[in-house]
């Protein structure tokens, strides 16, 4: 059995056996390959292309969807071990994972961190709680990284290039008025300098570094892949020669938990915005970005709008990536 929580537990090859096979289904989606099988989708936060892509392509493959979103059609969970459960919380994570492990095949968690503790949070509790006591495989729809996303980037940005190696890579924070997950920028990394791309990182200033963990996993990937890592806070340079654009906001670890003060460091840097100008200054770089995006917040009509950016094609990938991936664990 072999869960599904982070690419950094997967080999380049067999990430890459399951965005050849998703290749496959794109073009003949109708296939049994679940067949009497039933995957539960727990959604502790809200979604869209989630939820549709995983319903829809488990449906294509003649597979089951449970979808339950405990405390509300389902009862609260608790995570916490050895707590007296006299408060809001209605069963705890070891009876949920095993019970439905006994219904089903698989089990899938959409649970957001609570912005409260990063030390705490960055532990990854829920999801790895249901890991810890499942007896089937345990798939991320995002907690704090997002592998599903980043199989559907790799997908699209091959099907634009083909071989990635040695391509130019810029991670770019965008400006956005609230203080969002790491989970899409710390996916980005490790999926970017894991397929051998020279990976660059641009940040307003240090204080929006993501966390060690993922900072240090991307160096070890491009070091194996003998390509380069870079942090950089200079907009023109960190543009400059790229081939690929990938956008995405989020809070400040520094201020993790403090979202007045997270909000009022952000509204410094709305000039991070993608614009024409800055891409310009690229390698005639394609752009993507995982969606939702606020159009001319984090990026202009006009880039969104571009023949170059390939965030719907990502997003469409989703369903793709995310079939051949619960075929190879199932």
């Given at each position: 059995m072999k869960n599904f929580i982070t690419t950094?537990?997967?080999?380049?090859?067999?990430?890459?056996?399951?965005?050849?096979?998703?290749?496959?289904?794109?073009?003949?989606?109708?296939?049994?390959?679940?067949?009497?099988?039933?995957?539960?989708?727990l959604f502790l936060n809200p979604?869209?292309?989630?939820?549709?892509?995983?319903?829809?392509?488990?449906?294509?493959?003649?597979?089951?969807?449970?979808?339950?979103?405990?405390?509300?059609?389902?009862?609260?969970?608790?995570?916490?071990?050895?707590?007296?459960?006299?408060?809001?919380?209605?069963?705890?994570?070891k009876e949920v994972a095993q019970v439905l492990s006994s219904y089903c095949d698989c089990i899938a968690i959409r649970a957001f961190p609570k912005f409260i503790n990063w030390n705490q949070e960055r532990g990854d509790s829920v999801i790895n709680s249901f890991a810890k006591y499942s007896t089937v495989p345990v798939v991320n729809m995002e907690t704090i990284e997002h592998p599903c996303q980043e199989l559907a980037h790799i997908l699209t940005m091959q099907e634009h290039y083909g071989d990635l190696q040695g391509k130019n890579y810029l991670l770019t924070w965008?400006?956005?008025?609230?203080?969002?997950?790491?989970?899409?920028a710390n996916s980005s990394l490790l999926i970017a300098s894991k397929f051998g791309m020279n990976v660059?990182?641009?940040?307003?200033?240090?204080?929006?570094h993501l966390d060690d963990r993922y900072i240090n996993a991307a160096k070890e990937?491009?070091?194996?892949?003998?390509?380069?890592?870079?942090?950089?806070?200079?907009?023109?340079?960190?543009?400059?020669?790229?081939?690929?654009v990938y956008a995405k906001s989020w809070g400040s670890l520094s201020y993790y938990g403090k979202p007045d003060e997270q909000?009022?460091?952000?509204?410094?840097?709305?000039?991070?915005?993608?614009?024409?100008?800055?891409?310009?200054?690229?390698?005639?770089?394609?752009?993507s970005h995982c969606l939702p995006l606020r159009r001319n917040v984090k990026a202009t009509d006009e880039v969104m709008d571009a023949d170059y950016c390939l965030a719907v094609n990502e997003a469409a990938n989703r369903k793709h990536v995310q079939k051949s991936m619960l075929t190879k664990i199932l």
């Open positions: 950094q537990n997967w080999s380049r090859s067999e990430l890459q056996d399951i965005i050849n096979f998703s290749i496959e289904l794109k073009k003949n989606p109708y296939q049994p390959l679940l067949k009497n099988k039933s995957v539960a989708l979604s869209m292309r989630t939820k549709t892509s995983f319903e829809i392509g488990i449906s294509e493959l003649s597979g089951t969807a449970v979808l339950l979103q405990p405390g509300k059609d389902a009862w609260s969970i608790e995570f916490e071990e050895n707590i007296v459960m006299d408060g809001e919380t209605e069963e705890h994570v965008t400006y956005h008025p609230k203080p969002l997950n790491t989970a899409v660059k990182l641009l940040c307003p200033s240090e204080e929006y990937n491009c070091s194996l892949e003998n390509t380069d890592f870079e942090i950089s806070y200079d907009i023109k340079s960190a543009y400059s020669n790229a081939d690929i909000a009022s460091l952000n509204s410094k840097y709305k000039h991070f915005i993608v614009d024409e100008s800055k891409m310009s200054l690229t390698n005639n770089a394609v752009f």
